[in-house]
């Protein structure tokens, strides 16, 4: 795999070149095309090139016999998609009767649910009687509210609106760099371990959804720069059985992963201050 961006292997070639936009501008590579007025169109990421004058087109990285860099490639699409949907869509409405949740919950403290942006409303009949996040995709736009019963018997324990949306996986930012996260199934785990001071901890929802699409459900975290991935799934057979099968897909994606064992029959919504503190100090 090559090393190399499109800008630097121009240079190395002596190419004159001019920045427009997403692309370089230079003189056409046409041998049969005197090209006065360089209208020759190379794509900063991909090296896609095309001139517009006489439709000569190839590929960079293939012209000089290098292998383009996938991962980057890969990146600058979804950033490119994700630029797309930012206009295209607003992401969902706050709902009805929303009013911020005030105290603590399950021994999260107020300004950690405040963080998050846990409310409640008696306006959607569905939510009612729980606490309510709303969830943000890559592009920052509301695409789904989970909601979980007040009490702990309350069944079932979590709704979803609207009722077919798809959770992504959450959250995609950090107000920090971070070179690592830290995976956890449900988003009262990824509530205490950052109640506690994990602040790179992303919920999946689950166990199922991320084992499809792996590779492409990452790409937002490694082009925040993360490089390695902890997985801390319960600890129960469910959740080995999902790291074990999750482990070399996040390996495939390009990231170093390691295991986070988690105690038999526990998870880490029940993690003491204790233990998160000894992984603080570890993933230093």
């Given at each position: 795999m090559s090393n190399k961006t499109v800008a630097e292997l121009l240079l190395a070639h002596n190419?004159?070149?001019?920045?427009?936009?997403?692309?370089?501008?230079?003189?056409?590579?046409?041998?049969?095309?005197?090209d006065s007025n360089p209208s020759f169109r190379i794509d900063r990421v991909t090296?896609?090139?095309?001139?517009?004058?006489?439709?000569?087109?190839?590929?960079?990285?293939?012209?000089?016999?290098?292998?383009?860099?996938?991962?980057?490639v890969r990146v600058a699409k979804i950033k490119e998609k994700l630029r797309i949907l930012s206009v295209d869509t607003n992401g969902l409405q706050p709902l009805e009767g929303a009013r911020?949740?005030?105290?603590?919950h399950r021994n999260i403290s107020s300004q950690t649910l405040k963080e998050f942006g846990a409310?409640?409303?008696?306006?959607?009949?569905?939510?009612?009687?729980?606490?309510?996040f709303p969830i943000l995709d890559v592009r920052n736009k509301i695409t789904a509210y989970v909601g979980r019963h007040l009490?702990?018997?309350?069944?079932?324990?979590?709704?979803t609106h609207p009722t077919n949306c798809v959770l992504s996986m959450y959250p995609t930012h950090f107000k920090e760099k971070h070179y690592c996260?830290?995976?956890?199934?449900?988003?009262?785990?990824?509530?205490?371990l950052w109640d506690k001071g994990l602040h790179n901890v992303v919920c999946t929802f689950g166990t199922s959804t991320i084992l499809n699409n792996t590779a492409e459900k990452l790409l937002p975290y490694k082009a925040a720069g993360i490089s390695k991935i902890y997985v801390m799934y319960d600890g129960d057979m469910a959740g080995r059985e999902a790291t074990e099968k999750l482990k070399p897909l996040i390996e495939e994606a390009g990231f170093e992963v390691e295991v986070i064992t988690?105690?038999?029959?526990?998870?880490?919504?029940?993690?003491?201050?204790?233990?998160?503190?000894?992984?603080?100090?570890?993933?230093?």
């Open positions: 190419i004159p070149f001019n920045n427009s936009g997403k692309d370089y501008v230079t003189k056409c590579f046409n041998p049969e095309h005197t090296g896609v090139a095309h001139c517009f004058s006489c439709g000569f087109k190839f590929n960079l990285f293939k012209y000089y016999g290098e292998s383009s860099n996938n991962a980057s911020p949740f005030n105290g603590t409310f409640k409303t008696d306006k959607v009949t569905e939510l009612e009687d729980r606490i309510i009490e702990s018997d309350g069944h079932p324990r979590y709704k996260i830290i995976l956890v199934e449900g988003i009262f785990d990824l509530l205490n988690v105690e038999e029959g526990s998870d880490p919504g029940e993690a003491t201050q204790e233990i998160v503190n000894e992984i603080v100090e570890y993933i230093k």
